[in-house]
């Protein structure tokens, strides 16, 4: 019966960490410096400072409301760990929540960029049978932690003990 079915309980959710939202404004103010240097170009280039003023002002004032939206989904992603499974919350004006069954989970790893390296985050990366999930945002130790419950929850191994090339479980070992 669909009433005999665990629910996901949103109190035990775990948001991702503030620094997550740090870089992605980050990212945005970058790119409205870049958008603001492009129309300083522009209007020293035609003579005319009105119309490139006016365009990068709007692409700023775009950049700004994205600056908004960014903060506000940064906000609403978590995850939640439970025995069977992994769940990802997430979306602002769509709510989502995506739930892996260990069992259907073939791959876990940790990724990080640039600017998850210089902000000390990372993110993890769930691939199953069907769709896989990305958990950005996370402490590195955080997303160590959580890699090895999920691999050892999903009985699969991960590559950080075993020498280079012995990767797959679902061969023998190399003799």
Avoid: C
């Avoid at 919350?89 to 790893?109: D, K, M, Y």
């Avoid at 990305?134 to 009985?155: H, M, N, Y």
């Avoid at 003990?161 to 990767?167: I, L, N, Y």
């Amino acid at each position: 019966m669909v009433g005999d079915l665990p629910r996901l309980r949103d109190d035990e959710f775990v948001g991702v960490d503030p620094r997550y939202i740090l870089g992605q404004l980050v990212g945005l103010g970058f790119g409205a410096v870049v958008v603001a240097a492009i129309s300083g170009v522009i209007a020293r280039q035609s003579g005319d400072a009105l119309w490139p003023a006016i365009v990068g002002g709007g692409i700023v004032a775009l950049l700004v409301a994205i600056a908004i939206a960014v903060t506000l989904e940064a906000r609403r992603i978590a995850y939640q760990l439970r025995e069977h499974d992994v769940s990802l919350r997430r979306g602002v004006l769509r709510h989502r929540t995506e739930t892996i069954p260990f069992s259907r989970i073939q791959h876990v790893s940790v990724g990080r960029g640039l600017l998850e390296r210089w902000l000390g985050l990372a993110t993890l990366e769930v691939s199953s049978a069907g769709p896989d999930i990305a958990v950005p945002g996370l402490s590195v130790l955080d997303a160590e932690r959580i890699k090895q419950t999920v691999a050892q929850r999903a009985d699969i191994d991960t590559d950080d003990d075993r020498p280079a090339g012995q990767g797959n479980r679902w061969l023998p070992p190399a003799p």
